[in-house]
């Protein structure tokens, strides 16, 4: 119905930078809040970044200044820009998105890409 798609994973060194990006397909309405999630080995899935349909943000504090979330949203996509990074940041991160599908606030859902793997080694 709704489909997620993320690109942008890969390897790099330790303050390295990367950027994630993800695009919403499907039966969409609206886009409500986009965000990336990360979840590392042994570890609960945590937020890392969150953007409202009108741009406000919300980050963890593990990656603020950091990691800098950005939205289309003409092209039903979210970005996220890593800079710095940490061997901490290894994880898979996932792209989330709250959509509506059709003109009704029932058909609200939340959706999850497949995830993209991030490893900071050096």
């Known amino acids: 119905q709704v489909q997620l798609v993320e690109s942008g994973g890969g390897s790099v060194q330790p303050g390295g930078s990367l950027r994630l990006s993800c695009t919403a397909s499907?039966?969409?309405?609206?886009?409500?809040?986009m965000g990336w999630y990360r979840q590392a080995p042994g570890k609960q899935r945590e937020l890392v970044a969150a953007?409202?349909?009108?741009?406000?943000?919300n980050y963890a504090d593990s990656v603020k200044g950091r990691l800098a979330i950005s939205r289309d949203n003409a092209k039903n996509t979210v970005h996220l820009q890593m800079n710095s990074l940490k061997p901490e940041d290894t994880a898979v991160y996932f792209c989330?998105?709250?959509?509506?599908?059709?003109?009704?606030?029932?058909?609200?859902?939340?959706?999850w890409g497949q995830g993209t793997q991030v490893t900071v080694s050096s």
């Open positions: 989330n998105a709250v959509v509506q599908t059709d003109g009704s606030n029932w058909s609200r859902g939340n959706y």
């Open positions: 499907g039966s969409i309405f609206l886009i409500y809040a």
């Open positions: 953007i409202t349909s009108g741009g406000s943000t």
